[in-house]
């Protein structure tokens, strides 16, 4: 993540937090933007449509569809849950490809993003790791494959301090020699509450841009670089300091201002209603005017990360095997991931 | 680490931050407090004594002897640094050997507390792959082992999850056949605040004490317990998301105070003011009703511990085989680790 | 394993191929060996009861009751088949500990031998991440413990240049301050057949001695030492580079005599002639005349260890976990491994 | 390595093997070969030129420039030894880049070829993980890199069973965006004698050729693909089962001959007598009749693969930087390797 390039004031690569704060200041719901909620099994599933000009600047996103899974269990390592979460995913998924446009026979290029040597940010090379990976069957015999498959390629292209290479110029020399429908590209993502890290996941269809993500990226994945469609799938898997502390505050008016005054002493009444009016961006001014020149704004995960990932990077790729392949099905997806 | 029988106000490992808050407190030094501070080379040595009873209780610490090395570099990934701070820690961990009485020819185990498997609790256990151990050389043929070199033996005990057993009892089997003369256990332990986390060694001959260190440790290792001293090293590798957010208000009182009142907001000098008269506790009770019903309140560990934790473990074994064996000297101590 | 102290002639830790050998020397069925010999779903399994101490000696094995389970599919990474194996290697091992008086409420130890560091050595740790521990709850409440579980621990207890501590002595002062009524000890063993690599488990009631196993152990884990039975699970994952030549000689020898003499040249038939003359041990003094001053007699193992090695650790822990616990169902296995 | 399509008598990638064993076909040197040996510090270095086609024939290798560095010692874990190695390979490297025409200022792309999850084809990852890479540097400031560097990035492009894109196609694809102008790829070699596995290290200009290493390559890297030359720098890291006991057949020819008769039992020398009349192929044709009916024709490693695998890709890593880079000296060289 370019971090200087970046809006101080979002520090977030999701479309829901970016929503709320923005539905915050705008004191409601914004035009140009649709939202429909589902929730089923401890899986809440938000589908946003980003439709306008407008509404993409007020709230710092991409025009474009945006589908979030939030699953606070996820934390618990509950296996049964992970599969429920895998099932859900690829049912969302399907029909997000579909809703974009893109049919079934399309070739799939995968690309993990990320740093393989850095826990929080090993995401993408994980889930490439464990995906059904197809495309050398289709080169050597197409019409010996098997019915059911559809055409999968995969690959991490690292991060510049190992390569030396931006993982946008590795992508496109692979996509101009194996010609690919569509990128699907897979990145850990920078969260602004600690309660979203390990427990979300966003599908996008608006590629990966310089400043998102906690990789080091100054080209993006797009369709305008690329030629091809370009979907992100991304997790937030870290925090910073300064966001944890801002977000804290602000949950700090919200329950003081739900609590009945009994047994709130004066001051604390006092500090809350000054805190109501400061705005977003003034509480985090605050915050960052504290912890930079300490250098402390670190950027934190959880101390679990080493188990969450590997289990959030296998319901993805379980849930990318049964999305994109008729004949991997419920029954069948563990034996295709390791 | 047993959350819940933890002192909720303290939430840290470190005298030298038990002592911080405890002068804030009282509003000056502690009587029963020696207090010696070194500084060179970018690391900052700060030796306590804590001599009496009433002191102890005061910090909530242990009587004892405390040594602090407090690096800020060393997440830097400086080797020459890196290498400093080894020659610092040997000549530290010499001379306390030597005030607490132990001789050269005392017979050492040292234990690495903490789940391998999880990346900020590895500490211990990368610590004991990195030192030199000898005691099987001595058992073989004690009389033909080059001089220079002291009985070292070295075990990383596991956690409960993974073996069933307490580390504590693990340890004491051991003690009880080997019979060493000297415990060092070296554990990941929690931080009040984000910057020392990697970058603080503290060593105490207190022992390990339940509720310590980020493991799950429901006995100790104490010359009560073994009969034989314990020393502990220790380095925080995490953070509560409280204890951050809780760190952060006491910076923002400290840097709004310091401050000229020119080009603040009237509302910001108010909310300093008022957090002014908030105790520790109470703003940290604030802090913990606003996160524990979510769910919030995490343990947090920086985005890069991989590279700290095996940077750090490198230092903590260099150092201690400059210290524990004459033989080892900075001109051949790479050559032991690795 | 203490190469120097092995009976070179042998170079197995296996009692199948001891007996092979003996047989051929002796010309037929060895007195006091009873031999039961099943198979079903590529599964072969062998029971061998080694009554006499004539026989022990002619076998080099000491007397007792050896399951080895011979699966050549092993090595093709099929989940199904793994499956099977943990339900079979589940059922033998039950009637096994049946079978030597052991009782259902019998509190187990695991101990995993060998090096985590070395792949082929590493069997045992891995066994050890990968079993139910159940101690720590009976110690915590013993009368909650849901039923259908026994009371499991599991240790691993490293190598001599890792720990300085022989493994045994670690294993001895846990059961001292842990008291179970029996140890379950994996380790990865020495083959002479290149064949039987990752593809053999072998169960005995003798414990582990001195000279048996890859690791370097110089006592043993026996009922004499520990007070208590000790079972002993094996796999082998490497062979002696004199042993695969060895081998093959002999495999020469039977595929050229059942041969019709058409189509061979006379020289190659002379030397089969020849080497039919020679002794086993007349052989591997020749091979080994060779191998050893250049060096090569290295020991080896397959180029694909990483992978074989945690499925058949996988396969074993699945067992263990099945056989040791009435609530560990083949439905449910599955979540209890990692 | 494509087994079906190798030419089973070789079974080796090393040129001193291949002209090793065409002498003894041909009786004598070979026309068409030059060959100069040096030998220091227990490091055998050998610089063999194929110059004609007849000779590239006979040895079933291409024409081109060949160094391998034989190091019996490297398997004993000595660091001074190793850093003599880097610094003679190093040495070799730049004499070799120079012979062959290519430039200081050459800008350079390692490819680290194989399977990072197969220990002993993870060479060539290894190695990537471990070389300074600078390209990124000059890409963002070129006039601002300090003198002494040259531009090189790295790429580790994964097997067919991970990515379903041969590395030749990913390698082509980042050549064509990057336009490096010299290819450096490296890869894990299988040998046909145990004792240069994991210590030998061969230099060559001939690029990569389909059925060369041990992964699957159907395509390779050669300046008629790439249009820029590619140095191949390989390490032996596994045998056939079936090369280890022919080589072994073959030592005992040459052993048995030069012992004086007495102590050899009449049967011996018969054998030995008769394997003389054997040829090299009709030896291989014996081994692989009685190995691959079994499936026993398996590609082992020794059992250290581990640790000799991190220590040579570390060897050829200081080394490609010591050579690359003239601002990297033995001095600093340890620096730059992780």
């Known amino acids: 993540m370019n971090l200087d390039l970046r809006d101080y004031a979002v520090r977030t690569d999701l479309a829901v937090e970016s929503k709320e704060m923005a539905e915050t200041v705008h004191g409601g719901p914004l035009p140009g933007v649709q939202e429909q909620v589902d929730e089923h099994d401890g899986i809440k599933i938000t589908r946003l449509d980003v439709t306008d000009e407008n509404a993409s600047q007020q709230l710092g996103r991409m025009m474009g569809h945006y589908i979030t899974l939030e699953v606070p269990g996820l934390r618990s ?73 559809r055409e999968v390629s995969a690959i991490a292209p690292g991060v510049l301090g190992i390569t030396g290479i931006e993982s946008s110029e590795v992508v496109q020399g692979i996509v101009e020699r ?31 841009h310089p400043g998102s993500g906690i990789g080091n990226k100054r080209r993006g994945l797009t369709k305008e670089i690329l030629g091809i469609p370009c979907i992100a799938i991304g997790v937030p898997t870290v925090c910073y300091a300064s966001t944890i502390v801002n977000n804290v505050l602000d949950l700090m008016k919200t329950h003081f201002n739900d609590e009945s005054s009994d047994g709130q002493g004066a001051e604390t009444k006092q500090i809350m209603g000054l805190l109501h009016d400061l705005s977003e961006g003034e509480r985090l001014g605050l915050v960052k005017e504290v912890l930079e020149p300490l250098g402390h704004d670190l950027i934190v995960t959880p101390k679990e990360i080493d188990e969450f990932i590997e289990d959030i990077a296998n319901v993805i790729a379980s849930g990318l095997n049964l999305s994109l392949h008729e004949a991997v099905t419920p029954d069948n997806v563990a034996s295709y991931t390791h």
């Not at 809703?99 to 490439?128: H, S, Y």
């Open 178 to 208: 194996t010609k690919p429908d569509l990128i699907i590209a897979i990145d850990a993502l920078a969260s602004r509450s600690l309660e979203r890290v390990n427990t979300t996941i966003q599908i996008a269809d608006i590629g990966i």
């Open 77 to 149: 390592q509950d296996t049964d849950l992970q599969e429920k979460v895998s099932a859900a995913f690829a049912q969302e998924f399907s029909a997000f490809l579909n809703k974009i446009g893109i049919n079934n026979g399309a070739k799939v290029l995968i690309v993990g993003l990320g740093n393989w040597n850095v826990t929080p940010d090993a995401l993408g090379p994980l889930v490439v790791e464990n995906v059904l990976v197809t495309r050398h069957f289709f080169e050597l015999a197409r019409d010996q494959v098997a019915p059911g498959y």
